[in-house]
């Protein structure tokens, strides 16, 4: 059986119940089975226990709010009920090839973030260019949102890392020639403890840009079929 049709029984109302009814069928026998094989009854004495066993009313209330409890955080963070429409699933593809194949492909700015250190070292300004056109081209433009709710949170997630790595850059590194850039050389002398603490900051900030677009382009390349 697919877990895709166990997941839209689950997800209908009719039946999750038949599900629930099975599983509370079920339960009374596994529990007869262990008491007979603990307490040493036979197994009928052992269901007739069970079945008519006296159970308080707030122990009732308990499970039964614990158990709606559960099902909306099911429904809230766990649950998905998206699913693509045509329209909808070339929007997301072409996003995702945008993406991907023009304004952040992996042999760039990324590839750049993955081996460059920032640690003293000028850097060349045109190897964040895709870096600064995908923060610009996607601040607060709606055309440039997945439908896909899951894939959009990722989008977000590189887009909030990207802003961070923006402003490390703004604040602690200053221009010299030839549209170059750097961490200042002689903090790591004169203040040790800033340069790395800066140095780290910068280093930790393109760790998550690199792991948040792997995680968009994986996940989004499984979504977007």
């Not at 929007?91 to 250190?117: A, C, M, Q, W």
């Not at 055309?143 to 604040?171: C, M, W």
């Not at 030839?178 to 403890?193: A, G, Y």
Request: glycine share 4%.
């Amino acid at each position: 059986m697919k877990k895709g049709f166990i997941k839209r029984i689950w997800s209908d109302p009719v039946g999750a119940g038949v599900i629930s009814g099975l599983i509370l069928l079920v339960l009374p026998s596994i529990g007869a089975l262990l008491n007979t094989i603990i307490g040493g009854s036979s197994y009928k004495e052992s269901v007739v226990f069970i079945l008519t066993y006296p159970i308080e009313i707030w122990i009732l209330l308990s499970i039964a709010i614990l158990c709606v409890l559960l099902k909306v955080a099911y429904c809230r963070w766990i649950k998905t009920d998206f699913r693509y429409d045509a329209d909808s699933l070339l929007h997301d593809k072409n996003l995702y090839d945008k993406i991907v194949k023009e304004v952040l492909p992996p042999e760039g700015s990324i590839s750049f973030l993955r081996t460059n250190n920032f640690a003293g070292f000028s850097f060349d300004l045109k190897y964040l260019e895709q870096v600064d056109d995908f923060y610009f081209r996607f601040k607060n433009n709606p055309t440039f949102e997945f439908v896909n709710p899951d894939i959009e949170k990722l989008r977000k997630n590189l887009y909030v890392s990207i802003d961070v790595f923006q402003d490390l850059i703004a604040g602690n590194t200053f221009s010299m020639e030839n549209n170059r850039q750097t961490v200042p050389e002689e903090w790591e002398i004169e203040c040790p403890d800033h340069f790395y603490d800066v140095v780290n900051k910068i280093q930790n900030s393109t760790k998550n840009i690199c792991s948040d677009y792997d995680t968009l382009v994986r996940i989004g390349r499984i979504k977007i079929k």
